[in-house]
């Protein structure tokens, strides 16, 4: 187990798929979570100081020589937070018209970064792979998620590389022999 201080940029190393296993809930953040994530992330922008953002739990995962990815990961802890950064990337990049440090974190060639599972693979994938900003209709809470940030974001009030920089998160690293139950 190693554990310490994480940015962004130490869990989307650009090499490394994080997988969603079927067993972890669907995506239920709302307008409270978002609406908080977003005066957070204008806040970082505007300060400079860094801001903690909860806890991500991560589990090495075997992965062959001549795969694609360097590193596979199970996301035990930090779904919600992990999820909603990636939309909110998503939407700050098709609003900036700059979408180099979006996929630098959450694309890997063709695949996305974080490997959602039956309950909201549909719905992330559709998110994730705009090329354009687009009203999308659906009810779950990845397509809600989308929406507010796009009716929401002024890109202007936000600063990626102070984000990038100064978002921290309380890392756990777990290695493929190790039980994640045990820190529960």
């Known amino acids: 187990m190693d554990a310490g201080k994480r940015t962004i940029n130490d869990i989307f190393n650009g090499n490394r798929i994080l997988e969603i296993p079927f067993f972890q809930r669907a995506y239920v953040w709302g307008d409270d979570q978002w609406e908080r994530l977003l005066e957070d992330m204008e806040h970082v922008s505007q300060t400079?100081?860094?801001?903690?953002?909860?806890?991500?739990?991560l589990k090495q995962q075997p992965t062959n020589t001549g795969n694609k990815v360097g590193d596979k990961r199970t996301l035990i802890d930090g779904q919600q937070r992990l999820t909603t950064l990636s939309i909110f990337f998503?939407?700050?990049?098709?609003?900036?018209?700059?979408?180099?440090?979006?996929n630098r974190m959450f694309k890997l060639r063709d695949l996305i970064a974080i490997q959602?599972?039956?309950?909201?693979?549909?719905?992330?994938?559709l998110?994730?792979?705009?090329?354009?900003?687009?009203?999308l209709t659906g009810t779950d809470k990845i397509t809600q998620a989308y929406t507010y940030f796009k009716?929401?974001?002024?890109?202007?009030?936000l600063?990626?590389?102070?984000?990038?920089?100064?978002?921290?998160?309380?890392?756990?690293?777990?290695?493929?022999n190790e039980d994640e139950q045990q820190i529960f």
Not at 93 to 102: A, I
Not at 116 to 122: K, L, R
Not at 168 to 175: A, S
Request: hydrophobic share 40%; glycine share 4%.
């Open 90 to 102: 998503k939407v700050l990049s098709l609003k900036s018209g700059d979408d180099y440090e979006f």
């Open 127 to 135: 998110v994730m792979n705009l090329t354009e900003l687009k009203d």
């Open 151 to 157: 009716a929401n974001i002024n890109a202007e009030k």
């Open 116 to 125: 959602h599972n039956h309950n909201d693979i549909d719905a992330y994938e």
């Open 48 to 57: 400079s100081k860094p801001y903690f953002l909860g806890s991500v739990i």
């Open 159 to 176: 600063d990626i590389n102070n984000i990038l920089a100064k978002i921290l998160f309380v890392g756990i690293d777990l290695d493929e």
